[in-house]
T-cell receptor, first 111, second 113 residues
């Protein structure tokens, strides 16, 4: 059974204090690893897709990386508006259209 | 371009009733999937549709069903509601067949009393 585990569950940062969120996965035949951001009362918002180990993608203050066992979401000099729940999800095997999600990391950035 | 639209936004039902939730995907998107989100279990896959065909189903009881129409709009139905069905139900759409980059709606918050 596919499993996705995110850590930490919650992270509090000061504005400008860089850090990383972790997503470890056990997925047979990984096709893609996805990062989403979810704000309270809203659906997840797509951030990145990573397909193979060594791949990196960046968007503003966020950078996602992928190894064969885990992915990291690096947040550089975060701002209060980066506060949200960050979700990691994987797809793999023969089941197209089904993402397995982690429990998420709740990020709070204090001014 | 309008995003994924889900209606209603909030719903309150009592145990034993049934409920139908609606989803309009992004214009041009042909694949629709549904997820249940709860504080304890997180996001869990319910089902996925493409061209009016259910191609994948998650580990949920038969009380959960859905369908997709020819215009790609989708509905999901939950019969004989239980307290544990209280959750945020999220619909997502993607552009092409086997495209797993999902765009989510804001969800329908279902409360079962």
């Amino acid at each position: 059974e596919d499993q996705v585990t995110q850590s930490p569950e919650a992270l509090r940062l000061q504005e400008g204090e860089s850090s990383s969120l972790n997503c470890s996965y056990t997925v047979s035949g990984l096709r893609g690893l996805f990062w989403y951001r979810q704000d309270p009362g809203k659906g997840p918002e797509f951030l990145f897709t990573l397909y193979s180990a060594g791949e990196e993608k960046e968007k503003e203050r966020l950078k996602a990386t992928l190894t064969k066992k885990e992915s990291f979401l690096h947040i550089t000099a975060p701002k209060p508006e980066d506060s949200a729940t960050y979700l990691c999800a994987c797809s793999g095997g023969t089941s197209y259209g089904k993402l397995t999600f982690g429990q998420g990391t709740i990020l709070t950035v204090h001014p | 371009k309008a995003g994924v639209t889900q209606t209603p936004r909030y719903l309150i039902k009592t145990r034993g009733q049934q409920v139908t939730l609606s989803c309009s995907p992004i214009s041009g998107h042909r694949s629709v999937s549904w997820y249940q989100q709860t504080p304890g279990q997180g996001l869990q896959f319910l089902f996925e549709y493409f061209s009016e065909t259910q191609r994948n189903k998650g580990n949920f009881p038969g009380r959960f069903s859905g369908r997709q129409f020819s215009n790609s709009r989708s509905e999901m139905n939950v019969s004989t509601l239980e307290l544990g069905d209280s959750a945020l139900y999220l619909c997502a759409s993607s552009l092409r067949d086997r495209d797993e980059k999902l765009f989510f709606g804001s969800g329908t918050q279902l409360s079962v009393l």
